[in-house]
């Protein structure tokens, strides 16, 4: 096959923006995708088969035949699992991956975020650490995400986001009856409710219509293209340059390097199952956090023999996603009007200045629920089958409001990701091995968010609350997960420098939420992006310096 100047490894929130910028910039690209490309059409409305309850199977992937992951529970027992079960901590694979069907919510993380460890101390036994990179030095690149992805929303209200430069380019969607209720609760109990921003239409926005406001919303795809992930925003950009060519349904299986230790390209498992290569002068792993670890640690050779960029075994470690609390109340009156997304009202007043907790998380309502996400969030003692169960969902269902957040997880360095020596998947390839657990002072923040969940909804006017605050005792990854390849200035603690590009070889760069240092208390696919966005600009600007030219 022709060389090409940079060949990416995943066509999802990150690796379609590193793809639109490299080809606009001049340079040749491939972009390989794991999945095939979905659109709505292939989207079935079912409550059970979606990316959110996989009860019959993943809607956008991957297939539980042929690829199995292994999850080590608190015990040291290793247990093989399928993408269909929720211990898997899937991301999706197609184009767009997460994007595709993700909820959409598009959050800037706070200054603080970027600097944990000298706002806090590190908590024992934790790998807290700052970013090598400022709120400051991504806020250019948060706001190119905004109006070129498309942002809707009002943030105006919230005293506590970091300095922006424009507002939001789209208004946000008007008020659902779960809003009309808990802003008042909110204002009463003294805290800042504002609209919760989203990566989604809510005007005609480059040349695509609205929200239409349906229930099937997360963990779907949008059948009126409302929703703006990578596959119809700069993924289409990159391919109309001419210089981006996008390959389906291919599995990379290694990073090739060369006799002096630097990437010569890829090679991977075409649709048709060949064996391929494909030389290019940078590589950029675009994965997401487990697989692009898992590519990394695959990619072994004389001269490195434990893996990429493992020269001090950091890939894979500080695995994290998101420890999500919150609360279910329940009203003596309907409030809900089945209008999508559902999500509409939050507040950050909870995100840092606790005694005693190291960071917070923001706090809103749940995205709508279909009639099966409601099953497990019955009033505790329901049965879960039979004639009670059903008079519970008839009386319940529509007279529930659910609030809930992403808590600021801590990192360890012992929930990580490796290869397991006996699983192989259907390419032949060793699977990710998840192990380690959560750090228990993001439980004790956990806790504390769910207390304050119960008592905005005691304030709305629920008539009994149930509080969500379980601990599992697995590794915490999921469709947030991050931190396997964190950024930072010392080889012996991270896995790439703050423009994403690996220690040990200078034209290879993970470019995903794999970076990230801390995951914040905030969906973090806005961040993925405005890093994407960062990076590329300096790999583009260092291309320009004829840095990477073979």
């Not at 991301?91 to 800037?108: D, E, K, P």
């Not at 040349?207 to 099937?216: D, I, S, V």
């Not at 309502?365 to 049965?383: I, V």
Request: aromatic content about 8%; charged content about 20%; glycine content about 10%.
């Amino acid at each position: 096959m022709k060389r090409v100047n940079a060949v990416i490894v995943g066509a999802g929130a990150a690796g379609g923006i590193v793809a639109k910028e490299l080809a606009t910039a001049g340079l040749s690209v491939v972009l390989c995708e794991r999945g095939p490309w979905y659109t709505a059409h292939d989207c079935r409305k079912d409550d059970l088969r979606n990316q959110r309850v996989t009860a019959l199977g993943n809607a956008f992937g991957p297939d539980d035949d042929g690829n199995p992951r292994v999850i080590v529970d608190s015990k040291g027992i290793p247990r093989e699992v399928l993408p269909s079960d929720g211990s898997y901590n899937n991301n999706a694979a197609c184009v767009g991956g997460g994007t595709l069907s993700y909820g959409a919510q598009a959050w800037r993380f706070m200054p603080q975020d970027f600097r944990m460890r000298s706002t806090y101390g590190a908590p024992a036994g934790s790998s807290l650490e700052d970013w090598p990179i400022s709120y400051d030095d991504l806020e250019p690149f948060y706001d190119k995400a905004e109006h070129e992805i498309g942002v809707s929303g009002d943030v105006s209200t919230d005293p506590f986001h970091g300095p922006r430069k424009r507002d939001l380019p789209m208004p946000p969607l008007p008020p659902n009856k779960e809003m009309d209720i808990l802003w008042p609760a909110a204002k009463r109990l003294g805290l800042h409710p504002f609209n919760v921003p989203m990566l989604r239409n809510s005007v005609p926005y480059n040349g695509r219509g609205p929200c239409m406001r349906c229930r099937w919303c997360c963990g779907y795809a949008c059948e009126v293209d409302a929703k703006n992930g990578s596959q119809n925003t700069v993924i289409p950009m990159a391919l109309a340059t001419g210089n981006c060519e996008l390959r389906t349904e291919c599995m990379v299986r290694e990073i090739l390097t060369d006799s002096h230790g630097r990437a010569a390209g890829v090679s991977y498992i075409d649709s048709r199952g060949n064996s391929r290569e494909q030389y290019a002068d940078i590589v950029i792993v675009s994965s997401a956090a487990i697989e692009s670890a898992r590519l990394l640690l695959n990619s072994k050779s004389r001269l490195f023999p434990n893996g990429l960029g493992n020269r001090y075994d950091q890939v894979g470690r500080n695995l994290q996603g998101h420890h999500y609390t919150g609360a279910t109340g329940y009203f003596d009156y309907e409030v809900y009007d089945d209008l999508g997304p559902g999500v509409s009202v939050a507040v950050c007043d909870y995100n840092h200045g606790t005694p005693g907790l190291s960071g917070g998380g923001m706090l809103a309502n749940e995205f709508t629920r279909l009639p099966y996400q409601m099953t497990d969030r019955l009033p505790p003692g329901t049965p879960s089958w039979g004639l009670a169960h059903k008079q519970a969902m008839r009386q319940w269902h529509k007279r529930a409001i659910i609030i809930m957040g992403p808590t600021q997880q801590i990192p360890s360095p012992s929930a990580r990701v490796t290869l397991d020596p006996k699983v192989r998947d259907k390419y032949g390839m060793p699977v990710a091995r998840l192990e380690g657990n959560v750090h228990p002072h993001t439980f004790e923040i956990g806790d504390r968010q769910s207390e304050r969940a119960v008592a905005w909804l005691k304030e709305g006017g629920a008539i009994h609350v149930s509080p969500m605050n379980w601990h599992p005792d697995t590794v915490s990854a999921g469709q947030h997960q991050a931190g396997t390849c964190r950024m930072g200035t010392d080889p012996h603690a991270s896995v790439v420098n703050k423009n994403c590009q690996l220690h040990d070889v200078d034209n290879v760069f993970v470019i995903d939420g794999s970076v990230h240092v801390t995951n914040g208390g905030f969906n973090p696919v806005l961040t993925i992006m405005a890093v994407a966005y960062y990076a590329s600009d300096a790999l583009v600007r260092n291309w320009k310096g004829t840095r990477f030219r073979s």
